[in-house]
DNA sequence: TCCATATTTCAAATATCGGTGAAATATTGA
DNA sequence: TCAATATTTCACCGATATTTGAAATATGGA
């Protein structure tokens, strides 16, 4: 992913309501929710609401459907795996001590690092 | 890690000059770069720089010590980490599509998810 | 068609951010 | 102490972002 596509997704992740909207759709998965499902839950005017799906939607972190009369938002999961992976493999270097942290298995079978262990 | 913390991690980052900034420590571990060589290394105005500095350590992602007339800065690996790690695991909930596309191993042993690879 | 529901759009007010350059501070060495 | 270097602080200004509430749009059902 390019650093301006990351730029524009980190931006949008940084608030306090659109990161409780991403976190609260990534479990809904693609069937998403309704907007008016998403006010409620997070208790935030519709049309503030919009405008913060408007943010995420255009940084590419969420995909919206129309339904009936309602429109259904889902959270881009590529995009988010994207935005993560550009933070671990190239803004970070796949550095093992920020792996480390991470939780996730950290492949080092194939280099012959020395482990220099940031945690005493 | 805190979501009001990871907030101010992901402000900090979301803009151009400190994630490069970022990304230029990084590779230089804990011995970090003194802020006049990161100003030279980004292109940035003294004051500029300053600011940015500033803002990356209040949002925790970056250590300085002053060394003779120098300060040096370093990235905190733990937070930069712990900021990635949040949104793996907390935020996504380490959704598979999600982990997926990081590149990392995902770590399924002990689990029987039906692979649903969403790169087709 | 008319009404209720669901969502978006708009404009105005406010708040926050970022860039600039001058001045202030701290450190070193002559 | 004086001058040079390295960095931060400050005040100012314009650009962006956010909130708010009213109005506009679209849809489905009586």
Redesign the pocket.
């Known amino acids: 992913m390019e650093q301006s596509r990351v730029l524009k997704s980190l931006?949008a992740m940084?608030?306090?309501?659109?990161l409780e909207i991403v976190r609260l759709l990534v479990p809904h998965g693609k069937d998403g929710l309704?907007?008016?499902?998403?006010?409620e839950a997070i208790g935030?005017?519709?049309?503030?609401?919009?405008?913060?799906?408007?943010?995420l939607e255009a940084a590419g972190l969420l995909t919206?459907r129309?339904?009936?009369?309602?429109?259904?938002?889902a959270a881009d999961c590529k995009a988010l795996g994207g935005v993560i992976a550009y933070l671990l493999n190239d803004c970070c270097a796949r550095d093992p001590d920020i792996c480390a942290c991470t939780g996730q298995d950290v492949d080092m079978g194939h280099q012959d690092r020395q482990a220099h262990a940031s945690q005493p």
Chains 1, 2 share one sequence.
Do not use: E
């Not at 935030?44 to 943010?55: I, R």
């Open positions: 931006s940084a608030h306090d309501t659109r309704a907007a008016g499902a998403i006010a935030v005017s519709a049309s503030g609401l919009s405008f913060h799906l408007s943010q919206s129309k339904a009936s009369r309602h429109v259904i938002y």
